[in-house]
């Protein structure tokens, strides 16, 4: 580090007031020192108080129209159709034309666990296994299926990418093929705090937190993961999280469903068992897919249905999507909204001392991967069963807990 880049570095902080994240620059090592400047010059401070104001301002109504998204119930295909698409699909993978890309940036804190959520072992007596290893197992049986080896693409973060590559090292890649296994970093943005200012998570760091899903495309750019896959030839990617222990990540007959369509893009969804659950459900808005958050959701628009006595919004996200390799690269270069949330956070008080609050103290802002539907005319929405696709682990005590999971999984595998 030179004289000039600290001094640009005060000028940046004393044009934004935050002067308070050198507080203890003198007591730094020169290591640590270099760390901070380099933090400080990387931030697009206009970005972050941009999106603070903003945030401030919105009121947050709704004011686009709301119609409904329609849905095909999976299991009110006909067998002769099922076959078709079918047909469709398994061509697209047997010509390994196809990819899965897993979410895997977050860490285990709401389990009560230190480090990447991926690492987090399940008691599936009489073994244990990873989300990671789960994960693995469901694609390896496509790859048996399918005589293939499909491109494994897992999105890490800053905070666990290091770990996360560590323990798939340690682990021998749970036997899948370490070339076709491909990781990439989401990007991030530092959290902020209700006063309008950045937190130091270490005198010498200031904090910063992935800034969402909705990122994986970008990143996929920036990391030269849309060169890797044009290179092999992939025209179709699936993208879900890493804590559905349910989740299908090779459905043939969701894909070759997708393309009779005529789609670039489809997600699976779940029925909404209750009007009220604190759970976004899919719609369109102005015409285009969206999805439509809980807090947007009043007990007569869940209720609504139509002449058949099917519900119009029920259909609710579970974080498993199928996109065309064009329809990624279309949102890569699309800067995707962001949304506030209210966090609580740990942080380095002006005594140089760890101070952990017993209440939401900042603002963290995120983009989420179906922000990305809007840019489309249609999409293929696909309800699927539940029980035999759908069981995260959220956290140690909620609704989606280990114990919930592990218990679907006993229920839809059998013994392990």
Partial sequence: MNKSDLENSMKILKKYNQEHLLNFYDSLTDEEKDILIRQILSIDFDEIFSLYDKSMTDNFSLTQKVTPLPYIDKYS??????????????????????????????????????????????????????LFEIMCDDIKRANEKYAVVIPWFIMTSDENDAPTKAFFEMNNFFGYPKESVYFFRQGKLPII?????????????????ANGNGNVFASMK????????????????????????????????????????????????????????????????????????YVDITFELSELKDTSGNYLYRDANMLSHLMSIDAVKLVSD?????HRAYKKNAFVNEEGVKEVPDKPNVFKFENF????????????????????????????????????????????????
């Fill in 222 to 293: 920036n990391d030269g993961i849309l060169d890797v896959m044009s290179t092999l030839g992939i025209k179709w990617i699936s993208f879900g999280g890493i804590d559905n222990v349910l989740l299908q990540n090779v459905d043939s007959v969701f894909l070759g469903l997708t393309i009779y369509s005529k789609n670039q893009i489809a997600s699976k969804s779940i029925f909404k068992e209750t009007p009220l659950e604190k759970t976004a459900v899919y719609c369109k808005k102005d015409g285009k897919p969206a999805i439509l958050d």
């Fill in 77 to 130: 295909i006909s067998e002769h159709d099922i076959k078709l698409y079918k047909s469709i699909g398994e061509e697209i993978i047997k010509n390994n034309q196809f990819a899965v890309v897993t979410m895997a940036g977050g860490q285990g804190s709401r389990l009560g666990y230190k480090g990447p959520k991926g690492t987090y072992l399940l008691n599936l007596k009489p073994v244990r296994k990873s």
């Fill in 369 to 416: 991967i179906f922000d990305a539907f809007y840019f489309f005319d249609d999409m293929l929405l696909f309800r699927v069963d539940a029980n035999k696709e759908f069981a995260p682990i959220k956290d140690f005590t909620g609704k989606f807990n280990p114990d919930s999971a592990i218990a679907k999984y006993v229920a839809f595998w059998g013994s392990v």
């Fill in 334 to 338: 699309i800067n995707l909204p962001y």
């Fill in 193 to 209: 705090s209700v006063d309008r200012n950045l937190l130091l998570q270490e005198p010498y760091l200031i904090r910063e937190a």
